[in-house]
């Protein structure tokens, strides 16, 4: 018995038609009469819209019927459709190319969005506002350069980053900055749970013990 696997199969260009719309396709493009394949063709896109019914409203509906008609013949089917005659580049255009960002970042750790902020601030007019965006820049800074050298970092190596991202074109207050303690801290729930849990643990370990030896006396 000869076996007839999918895998062994041409491989279906629009699987939603199912196999047997492109095989009635394939034997279309056969057909060496030009007027009996063009009959073929706009029967072959009635039934297509039969299995599309529920696409039906969509705009230019018959248009893509007849688009998907050339699809699966692999664009090589030869029939007067009412359209333009769609070709691989225009159905399927193939993918733009990714441009990717070219300018570097000093301070990953920091991250980009950190520089273009302080950029900005040259921009303001209002010193406290200034002074404001600084502190809570400066507190995510700490934060981020633990986490990126797990140590905390000196607030004037914060200082002295803000003002290099900012070329020196903004005035800071090292003051305030100066206060700042960093509010990143490890989670000790898991280390203290643990060794409650040991502790208790040796605890009915031990109670366990003692009530087996009295009633071995018993």
Known sequence: MKTNYN???EKLHLPEYGRHIQD??????TIENRQERNLRAKALVAIMANIQHASSETPDFERKLWDHLFIMSDFQLDVDSPYPKPTAS???PPPRKMEYPTGG???KHYGKNVKNIIRSLSRLRDQQTTDAVIYNLARYMRTKSFEYNQEHPDNAVIIKDIR???DFDISVNEEAIT???SEYRMNPYNHTKRGAFQKKGGKNQKNTRKAGQQTTRK
């Not at 009635?24 to 493009?29: D, L, T, V």
């Open 7 to 9: 895998i062994e199969r």
């Open 24 to 29: 009635m396709i394939a034997e279309m493009m």
């Open 90 to 92: 225009t159905v399927m």
């Open 105 to 107: 970042i000093a301070m």
């Open 164 to 166: 290099r991202m900012a």
């Open 179 to 181: 206060l700042i303690r």
